[in-house]
């Protein structure tokens, strides 16, 4: 009995392993597919100031797009990307397809910001800042509207590399965020030595505000860290009024959220439904 449900348990698990391998190999030839049929696209999403209800600038989010036209969202795939090393050609592209858009914002008029996530084998690769410059140069998108997100957990590990990549592409004259701040390990003196500008409060602590009357008192916490330490604060995954409220009241007045707007393609940033935002008027 025993012997036989060992062999089961056995039997059971080589074949998940399998079936997780194949799949992981699936996913991996698939990825080659959509590099090579440019079945990828970049969502934006609005971040707004509240005081003022304008648009200062947009998240780019990557999405995968199937024939059938499906869609796969990041979390799917960018792992298999990640330890395929293909994400550092993906990333090369999010970064020349989201300086595209400031360009155009710009011959638009708008003044806005684009955020671009950076995954941990892209912030290691030592080409990083001259591909930005390359791109930056070729586009003419303005270095101080390109916002660079990392998280905590690629600045742990070996951090004189990481402030050194860090150094580097502050020298290009962008700007860098930490995002799902509070979910890392990142301790206050470490984050004094990181020449980081900006700070995003995970969704995981604004989600059950006003409920959780732990949450709220941790996210008053970074608000006020980050006035100390001169960062600027954006709160990730806003859905309800009483969460802004409770934002404006504490001081922290960017904000991204499904309340003002999911991810949307470029061509429908432009007919919001929820009210007509101004944007790109205000400074930072
Ligand atoms: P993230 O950078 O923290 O992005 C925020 C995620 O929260 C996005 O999911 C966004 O659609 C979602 N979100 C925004 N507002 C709300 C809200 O009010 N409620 C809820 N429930 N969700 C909200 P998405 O697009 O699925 O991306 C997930 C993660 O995948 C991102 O987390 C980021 O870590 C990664 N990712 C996305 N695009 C890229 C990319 O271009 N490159 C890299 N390296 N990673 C990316
Ligand atoms: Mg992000
Ligand atoms: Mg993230
Ligand atoms: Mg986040």
């Given at each position: 009995e025993a012997k036989a449900r060992g062999r089961n348990t056995y039997h059971f698990f080589s074949q998940d392993l399998n079936d997780a391998a194949k799949e992981k190999l699936q996913i991996e030839n698939h990825l080659r597919e959509?590099?090579?049929?440019?079945?990828?696209?970049?969502?934006?999403?609005?971040?707004?100031?509240?005081?003022t209800n304008v648009v200062i600038g947009y998240e780019a989010l990557l999405r995968w797009v199937r024939p059938d036209g499906s869609m796969i969202p990041p979390l799917r795939f960018i792992p298999v990307a990640e330890s395929t090393g293909l994400i550092v050609e993906i990333g090369?592209?999010?970064?020349?397809?989201?300086?595209?858009?400031?360009?155009?914002?710009?011959?638009?008029?708008?003044?806005?910001?684009i955020s671009i996530n950076?995954?941990?084998?892209?912030?290691?690769?030592?080409?990083?800042?001259?591909?930005?410059?390359?791109?930056?140069?070729?586009?003419?998108?303005?270095?101080?509207?390109?916002?660079?997100?990392?998280?905590e957990s690629m600045l742990m590990g070996d951090t004189d590399a990481a402030i050194a990549q860090l150094n580097e592409l502050k020298g290009l004259g962008v700007?860098?965020?930490?995002?799902?701040?509070?979910?890392?390990?990142?301790?206050?003196?470490?984050?004094?030595?990181?020449p980081v500008d900006e700070l995003k409060i995970d969704r995981s602590f604004v989600k059950d505000i006003p409920a959780?009357?732990?949450?709220?008192?941790?996210?008053?916490?970074?608000?006020?860290?980050?006035?100390?330490?001169?960062?600027?604060?954006?709160?990730?995954?806003?859905?309800?009024?009483?969460?802004?409220?409770?934002?404006?009241?504490?001081?922290?007045?960017?904000?991204?959220?499904?309340?003002?707007?999911?991810?949307?393609?470029?061509?429908?940033?432009?007919?919001?439904?929820?009210?007509?935002?101004?944007?790109?008027?205000?400074?930072?």
């Open positions: 959509a590099i090579r049929e440019h079945q990828f696209v970049l969502y934006y999403q609005p971040k707004i100031d509240i005081r090369e592209w999010i970064i020349w397809e989201a300086c595209r858009f400031i360009s155009r914002q710009q011959s638009r008029g708008h003044d806005v910001t950076l995954s941990a084998r892209q912030f290691t690769d030592q080409n990083l800042a001259e591909v930005v410059e390359r791109v930056l140069q070729r586009t003419g998108a303005r270095a101080d509207k390109l916002i660079f997100e990392i998280t700007t860098l965020s930490i995002d799902d701040f509070g979910t890392g390990y990142s301790s206050l003196s470490y984050l004094k030595r990181f959780d009357t732990n949450d709220m008192d941790i996210v008053a916490a970074i608000i006020a860290m980050a006035q100390k330490m001169n960062l600027r604060v954006v709160a990730e995954g806003v859905e309800t009024i009483e969460q802004i409220e409770f934002l404006k009241n504490n001081a922290c007045y960017l904000v991204q959220g499904y309340y003002f707007s999911m991810p949307r393609a470029e061509q429908d940033l432009y007919n919001l439904s929820y009210q007509p935002l101004l944007i790109g008027a205000a400074e930072l």
